[in-house]
Every structure is written in C-alpha cells, then in structure tokens.
C-alpha cells in the first residue's frame, strides 16, 4: 500500500511538516508495510516556504531585513541550487505574525524587507524566483519593496520619499531607471490564494485592511493612496495591473509583483504542487490523506486539500482530509473529489487542548483510517475472489 502524505500547516499547533511526520506515525501503527511519501505542502500563505523546503530539498538561508514597521527581523528564505530557484515567502519578511499592529500605524507599514530578499536571491544567482504572497502586515502595494530594488518614489520637487505607506501621500512621479537591471532575466511566479483586485470595494485596503489595524475611514485613505500609486506606475510603464484577479493580494504586493517583476500570479496550491513534483508522488498511489486547520464552503477557492483532492480524483486516487475544524459548507469538498473528511479532535475539549495535543491526535486519527481502509481493501480483494470463482450466494 503506497499512501501519500501531503498536509498543510495547522496554525498555531503543527506546521506542515511536523503534521507530515504525525500522519506518518498513524498510519506505521496500523499498517508497518506502507509505503508513505511525506510531501508538507502549503498554498501561498504563511507557512508555504517550509512546505516547499522540506518537499524539495532546498537550502534555507537567513537574512536581516527590515520588517513590516522599520524594525530588524532574521528572514529566511528557500535557495533550490539545482534549477538555481529561490523561494521567498513575503510574511517571512513583513509578516502579520511578527508585529503588533495595535501598537503601529499601517501608514508606516512596507514591504522593504521583500525587496531585501529578492536581492539576496539575485546575489545568489537566481534564475527563477517563486514569490508567496500571504500573511502580510503592509499595504504599500509592493511601494517598499520596489525601493529596496532600486525603484525610487519622487514628490514634486523631486525628492526621494522613504519606502512607507504614508509616502504615497505625497507621491508624483515614480522612477524606475535605477531598478536592478537583473530583475529582467529572473523568471518570476508569485504564489496567491485569493483573486482580489487592488482596488474598490473587493480591493486589498477594504477587505484586508481591517485585520492589519485600518479604521473604516482609513480603508477609504488608504485606497486613494494605492489608485494614486497605481495611476503614477502606470504613467512610466504604460500599463495598468491593478483590476487583474489577485492583484490586491497582501496588501497589494499582488500587483507589485506584476508590474515590477513581470510575475506570473496563481493559485498558490498549484504552484507548490508544480515545485514538488506532486503529480510524481501520485504514481501508483493508494491513498492521498491531506488537512489542515480548517475545511469549510471557502476551501473550495483553492485550499491545499482541495486542489490535491481534484489532482488526485483525476487519476481515480481517494482523498481523505484531517482538518481541525469542519466549518460550515464543508460538505461541498466531496464534490471536488475528496472521499471523506474528518474533524482532528476525537470528543469535547478546549482548543488550548487541542493544539497541545494535535500530535497524538493526528496520528491516532490516520491510525484509524488506515485501519479502516487496510480492512475495507480487504473486504474488497475477497468479494473480487468470490465473484471469480462463482461463490456469490444472494438471499
């Protein structure tokens, strides 16, 4: 029996690989013979550059950087030597997880710390760079991130303006003379798990600026900032972005990423499973089991279970999915090819207790499923035999 491995992160309990690792020694108790491929995956949000590091070998590397309020952080970042790829992970460098945002402005906010990195990928020697955008703490729409590049942003003296939010205020021309002249030969995919413009009502200030501490009269500011800055981006390049699908993506570094570094923007899970091979791993496959924190009506936008469970329904493969909570809708995955999805926890507890213990409860949840379908494939080799030799009795 060969089973694939592939989960995503369990925020704040597990991260995929750790998740990975915890299936594994479910389904060895139940079944010591199986074949398991262990594949953590991710979808482009915080978390995905593990998953990509420990599903493809790459080196992580750290830098100093700044992050996404002017402050020091160590960032890391993925260098896969053989196809000479970098992966960056933008929330490694200006992540929601790693400030306060009740104790910054998000006009002070800036992906400078991105930009730092993709350096840092050039220096390397860089010929390909996968870019996730998720988890971001900024909306400078890649503002910071393209002067860390050697973009400059101009008032109307034509002064340099420093690589914050608020700068776009003041903003009247942007330069791009002096970006680095290597960004034209780095191939560039960014990885993104939602599909909203960077402006307007469904734009990256209205629905994520909340989260990121913006007032309901902020969000209306910081909009007319981010058309501002497009409007001046697209006086120099003759070309306007900002309605593409997932351009508002973190804060809009969805629209940073198409028109500074000429990227290519998809659905996160299809990119991390590109980079792994995932399709390769199917070969021969039993089994796919999957999860992560939460599977409801919303995962069917291009969740990590869900776009391994339409891959693997492709080549008739059962999917079964571990989440941490089934939310409301969740149902509507056995639609998009999974088998069976169970929740993580196994009777009423708190959910203090239920990150401590998310180790022993996903291995002993895979325990149970193998078990289950160990005997059921069983069930099924018999009535195969007894159909051939003619000893089907019908009552």
């Known amino acids: 029996m060969k089973i694939v491995i592939a989960p995503d992160s369990y925020k704040g309990a597990l991260s995929a690989q750790a998740a990975a690792v915890a299936m594994e020694k479910g389904i060895v108790r139940a079944f010591p013979h199986a074949i398991t491929i262990k594949c953590p995956m991710g979808d482009g ?34 260098w896969h030597s053989a196809s000479s790829t970098a992966y960056v992970e933008l929330a490694e460098a200006c992540g929601l997880q790693y400030v306060d945002v009740e104790k910054n402005s998000i006009y002070r906010s800036t992906t400078y710390g991105v930009g730092q990195l993709i350096n840092q990928a050039l220096n390397k020697g860089a010929k390909s760079l996968v870019i996730t955008l998720g988890g971001s703490a900024t909306n400078d729409a890649g503002a910071g ?50 599909d909203n413009p960077l402006l307007g009502a469904n734009g990256a ?24 800055f497009s409007q001046k981006v697209s006086e120099v390049t003759g070309v306007d972005v900002s309605d593409f699908p997932g351009a508002g993506a973190a804060g809009g570094m969805g629209y940073a990423a198409m028109a500074f570094l000429k990227a290519t923007l998809k659905p996160g899970i299809d990119v991390v499973m590109q980079q792994v091979n995932f399709n390769n791993h199917l070969n ?56 069976a999805a169970f929740s993580l926890v196994d009777g009423p ?18 325990e149970s499923i193998i078990r289950l379908f160990h005997a059921s494939s069983l069930s099924h080799c018999k009535l195969t035999k007894s159909i051939k030799e003619g000893f089907i009795i019908y009552s």
Not at 147 to 173: H, M, Q, R
Not at 212 to 222: F, I, N, T
């Open 45 to 78: 949000g915080e978390g995905t550059l593990d998953a990509l590091v420990s599903s493809t070998g790459a080196a992580v590397f750290h830098t100093e950087v700044v992050d996404a309020f002017g402050g020091s952080r160590r960032a890391a970042w993925g």
């Open 205 to 228: 200030s209205a629905i994520y600026g909340p989260q990121k501490g913006a007032s309901p009269a902020d969000v209306s500011v910081l909009d007319a900032l981010l058309a501002n």
């Open 284 to 339: 021969d496959a039993d089994l796919v089991i999957t999860g992560e924190g939460r599977l409801d009506g919303q995962s069917l936008a291009g969740k990590t279970p869900i776009g391994i469970a339409r891959l693997a329904s492709e080549r008739d493969i059962p999917v079964v999915i571990i989440a941490g909570q089934l939310g409301e809708g969740w149902r509507a995955s056995y639609s998009q090819g999974v088998s």
């Open 145 to 194: 991130m393209l002067v860390a590049l050697g973009g400059k942003l101009l008032d109307k003296e034509g002064s340099e303006l420093p690589p914050v939010t608020e700068s776009l205020f003041k903003l009247d021309k942007v330069d791009l003379s002096g970006l680095d002249q290597r960004l034209k030969d780095l191939q560039v995919v960014a990885a993104v798990d939602v």
């Open 349 to 366: 507890m708190s959910l203090a207790e239920a990150i401590e213990k998310a180790d022993q409860l996903l291995s002993d949840r895979c």
